[in-house]
Each structure stands twice: as structure tokens, then as C-alpha cells.
């Protein structure tokens, strides 16, 4: 895959009209209008069907679920807890906000004291523009790899996904990604300290930003066992990349008075703990055994199913090792880790490596067929997407 390039079977006319639109815009600009446009549609859809249920679309898409926590953080700091009942037991979990990583409360924080309507405009405005930053670096990356048309339907894929939604909300995942696609844009070109320095932001975004920085570190130590390089600025990205993370991780056990411990003692409080996929293998067992559980549990299962398979393809094909070392993290923490698991999907947005296979395949049919296809994707979308934030009573 890293060398190969798609080879196209299309008409005259298909090719010329190809042509003329490359030659009348740069190709990120193309990228960025396909990811514009495909998200934009989504949005759209959800402002209707917001407004058709009697719901507010600003607050569907800047106070649904984790984004209650990540206002509370921007306008208060760090310091809210909240029990969470266990029906069973007649017992509870304290749950803390020190569960969130700070770099996106922050910025809401930031860039909500000189807009206009305060911070609920703020978190999605930086969610949307962060989108878009990481749609150009899906492009670029793709571009590389397998060629500008994969490219253009990589990011067609990506912002077509079931879960795709969550990019539109005051999430962070939008934000995780953008550093991810470049942090991983500058590996492939040599980049070491910007890619060092896009994976310290990471690792302050989410828990999951740990995957950027392990593919720095794993490319670095590569580098230095492999290709015996000794240069300073290898070292220093291998060393520096984790250190977001770590200092997140590390402030939050000082303040819990347990350094090493205390931000993974939080986190079980939310539920969340790796315990090496066995809960998923019961929430797959249940929809296999035809249990009654809800449609985004059956989705969540048919989304892992899929991520495993193109792991598989992605794996087998010549893929670079950074965008291996980053997959494959992110698929450990997912696939491993209990806690919400219809909420598994969310944590594979930023997993867009897994689309190259498809991309690759779709960049050898004809266009009008890619398009044809992309367009279903993204409609069946738009309707998940509705259902998630409107009719289902699961975490997001």
C-alpha cells in the first residue's frame, strides 16, 4: 500500500471531467469541499429532525452527553462530581470530571471568551474547524499512500461513517483526529519534532491521544534499532511524544494522592477498566444469541466486526508502520476496554487508517459508482445519527 497506487478504469468523459474540476482547485480544497459537504448535509438533517422532535439544535449539538462535563470544565475548572446510582445494589459510583482530558476545555474556555453566545457556540465551532483540519490531513495522508483519488474518497468514507455524527458535536474526538492526521502526516515526511509536538497536544485531548504518541515513539525506536539512526531530534520525538499524557495522568494522581494509580482509579469509577475485551465478547454474545438489546448495540458490534476485518486487511497490505502503530493502539484500547460499549464506535472515529482498504478498492471503480456508494454511507448516516442523539437512551 505504501508504494502501490490505484489503478482507475473510467470513460473519456469521466476522466475529463476529473481533470477539469483538479485543474480548477488545488486537491485539499476538493477534500475539504467533499468533507464540507458531506458533514454539512448531516448537519442539516439533524437541525430538522432537532427541530421536528421539539429539540433545540444548538443544544443537541453543543449539551449532548460528554459535552455537559466539557462545559462544566470550561466554565468552573476541573473539581464536579456526580453519583451515579447502581439500580442493583442501591449503591453508587462518585464519578469526577478529572475523567477528561483538559486541552478541548480549554479551548472552549479560550476561544468562548471573545465569541459571541459563549461557550456552547465555542465547543462546536472548535469541533467543526477541527473536523476540517483533519479532514485535509485524512487527505494528505491518503494522497500519500494510495494516490489523490483514494485520497478524496478516504475522507468521503471517513465523514460518512455511522458515528460521523459525533464530528459535528462539542466533542473531542474532531480535535483528536486533526492532531492525530498530522502528527501521523509528519512521520511520513520525516517531521520528527512536529509530529513529537502534535502527540504532547494529543495526549492532552483524550485518553486515547496515547496512540498518537506510541506511534511516534514506536517510529523513533524503529529508526534508531533498524535504520541505526542517531540523529538528536529522533531521540527527543521518541521521548517527548507521551509526555501530554503522562502529565495528565500524573497531575491527576498527585490531586487524588495517588500518583501512579489515581487517574485510573477515576476512570473505574466511570465504569471504564481494560479487562482485555471480555465485555465486549458479552455484548457480542448477546446480539449473536438474538437477546433483546438495543439497536446501537447491535451496530456497535457490526462497526467492531468491520474495524477488525479492515485491521486485518490493513495489516496484510503494505501499510506504513506509523499509521500500524496508531491503528493498532487505538484498536487495543477500544476492543480492550470495558465501560459504555455502545460508545466503542465513537472511539474508532479517529481510527481512519481502517479506511484504506476501502479506499483503495472504491478508487479502481468508477467514479459515479464511488460517489453512488459514498452517498448511501453517508445517508444511512444521517438516520444513525438521528437515532443516536434523538430516540436512543444509551451513552453517546
Not at 491518503?142 to 458515528?163: K, N, S
Not at 460499549?341 to 471503480?365: D, T
Amino acid at each position: 500500500m505504501a508504494t502501490g497506487r490505484a489503478t482507475v478504469t473510467s470513460s473519456p468523459l469521466e476522466i475529463r471531467a476529473l481533470r477539469a474540476v483538479r485543474s480548477a482547485a488545488p486537491t485539499t480544497v476538493i477534500a475539504l469541499a467533499v468533507f464540507a459537504a458531506v458533514r454539512g448535509a448531516g448537519v442539516l438533517v439533524l437541525t430538522i429532525g432537532s427541530w421536528w422532535a421539539g429539540r433545540d439544535p444548538l443544544r443537541v449539538l453543543g449539551v449532548s452527553w460528554d459535552s455537559v462535563w466539557y462545559l462544566g470544565i470550561a466554565a468552573n475548572g476541573y473539581g464536579r462530581t456526580q453519583m451515579w446510582p447502581n439500580p442493583t445494589t442501591g449503591t453508587g459510583s462518585i464519578q469526577s470530571d478529572f475523567a477528561f482530558f483538559p486541552l478541548y476545555p480549554a479551548l472552549m474556555r479560550l476561544v468562548g471568551s471573545v465569541l459571541p453566545g459563549g461557550l456552547i457556540p465555542a465547543g462546536i465551532l472548535i469541533a467543526w474547524v477541527s473536523a476540517a483540519v483533519a479532514a485535509v490531513g485524512v487527505y494528505k495522508i491518503g494522497e500519500r499512500v494510495l494516490g489523490p483519488r483514494a485520497g478524496l474518497l478516504l475522507v468521503g468514507l471517513w465523514a460518512a461513517l455511522p458515528h460521523a455524527v459525533v464530528l459535528s458535536l462539542a466533542y473531542t474526538e474532531a480535535l483528536l483526529a486533526a492532531l492525530a492526521a498530522w502528527a501521523l502526516y509528519a512521520l511520513l515526511c520525516g517531521r520528527w519534532m512536529w509530529a513529537a509536538g502534535l502527540a504532547v497536544l494529543a495526549g492532552l485531548t483524550r485518553p486515547t491521544g496515547l496512540a498518537v504518541a506510541a506511534a511516534v515513539s514506536v517510529m523513533a525506536l524503529h529508526a534508531v534499532l533498524v535504520r541505526k539512526s542517531r540523529a538528536p531530534e529522533v531521540w527527543a520525538a521518541g521521548l517527548l511524544a507521551p509526555a501530554g499524557w503522562a502529565a495528565y495522568v500524573l497531575a491527576v494522581g498527585v490531586h487524588v494522592r495517588d500518583p501512579l494509580g489515581g487517574y485510573f482509579a477515576v476512570q473505574r469509577h466511570w465504569g471504564s477498566k481494560f479487562d482485555f475485551g471480555v465485555g465486549a465478547l458479552r455484548s457480542a454474545e448477546q446480539v449473536l444469541t438474538g437477546g433483546h438489546v438495543p439497536l446501537a448495540t447491535t451496530v456497535t458490534v457490526v462497526v467492531l466486526a468491520a474495524a477488525g476485518l479492515l485491521a486485518m486487511l490493513l495489516l496484510l497490505d503494505r501499510t506504513p508502520l506509523p499509521l500500524l502503530a496508531y491503528t493498532g493502539i487505538l484498536l487495543l484500547i477500544t476492543f480492550g476496554g470495558a465501560g459504555y460499549f455502545e460508545s466503542k464506535p465513537r472511539f474508532l472515529l479517529p481510527a481512519f487508517p481502517l479506511l484504506l482498504p476501502m479506499a483503495a478498492v472504491m478508487a479502481r471503480a468508477r467514479p459515479r459508482t464511488a460517489i453512488v456508494v459514498t452517498g448511501v454511507l453517508a445517508g444511512l448516516g444521517y438516520g444513525y445519527g438521528l437515532y443516536l442523539l434523538l430516540i436512543a437512551r444509551v451513552p453517546l
